[in-house]
T-cell receptor, first 113, second 113 residues
Framework: NAGVTQTPKFRILKIGQSMTLQCTQD?????MYWYRQDPGMGLKLIYY???????DKGEVPNGYNVSRSTTEDFPLRLELAAPSQTSVYFC????????????FGSGTRLTVV | DAKTTQPNSMESNEEEPVHLPCNHS???????IHWYRQLPSQGPEYVIH???SNVNNRMASLAIAEDRKSSTLILHRATLRDAAVYYC??????????????FGKGITLSVRP
């Protein structure tokens, strides 16, 4: 029972490069989320999805894109990486209702230099 | 979603109970109180949630004030592994699944051996 799996765990990007952060869940959750966490701060929502084919912006979507072609996968794309995107990225999934908790992955630590 | 206020930090001794407070004076009648914790270098982990009544699970207990303007997360016997950042979060029951987790800075719990 893997839960939420994120890859890679660590990555260093040069300014202007692009990359995709992968997220997969095996719990058949409809809802999936991407958060970023800057040092000493709480998590901020980037994008979320309520099901395959449906995505929406969160609090800090600029510089990112997402897609949701299957229930299991929710990749996050960074285009033209900037130093301000240096952060730890967490993916999460949930059944959706307020009575359910979120399950988070272990994170991807990204540094843009 | 209504806001919560938590102390920045708290210390406890190993094997003693810990009471982590959270104030939410503007809570509405449909807001659920959720607690998550984040161990060092890991993603957040769901701990417990409640609406009006006190709740217990294998990880912790949640005590909710009668007027619901505050709540307390209780760890019955702290271990070194409980050292983490604990987040108290309100989720609007009327919004249902559209009520997403919004993280503040949380309270940092240190546990002394």
């Amino acid at each position: 029972n893997a839960g939420v799996t994120q890859t890679p765990k660590f990555r260093i990007l040069k300014i202007g490069q692009s990359m995709t952060l992968q997220c997969t869940q095996d719990m058949n959750h409809n809802y999936m989320y991407w958060y970023r966490q800057d040092p000493g701060m709480g998590l901020k929502l980037i994008y979320y999805s309520v099901g395959a084919g449906i995505t929406d912006k969160g609090e800090v979507p600029n510089g990112y894109n997402v897609s949701r072609s299957t229930t299991e996968d929710f990749p996050l794309r960074l285009e033209l990486a900037a130093p301000s995107q240096t952060s730890v990225y967490f993916c999460a999934s949930s059944y959706g209702g307020v009575g359910y908790g979120y399950t988070f992955g272990s994170g991807t630590r990204l540094t843009v230099v | 979603d209504a806001k919560t206020t938590q102390p920045n930090s708290m210390e406890s001794n190993e094997e003693e109970p810990v009471h982590l407070p959270c104030n939410h004076s503007t809570i509405s009648g449909t807001d659920y109180i959720h607690w998550y914790r984040q161990l060092p270098s890991q993603g957040p982990e769901y701990v417990i949630h409640g609406l009006t009544s006190n709740v217990n699970n294998r990880m912790a207990s949640l005590a909710i004030a009668e007027d619901r303007k505050s709540s307390t997360l209780i760890l019955h016997r702290a271990t070194l592994r409980d050292a983490a950042v604990y987040y108290c979060i309100l989720r609007d029951g009327l919004s249902g699944a559209n009520s997403k987790l919004t993280f503040g800075k949380g309270i940092t719990l240190s546990v002394r051996p």
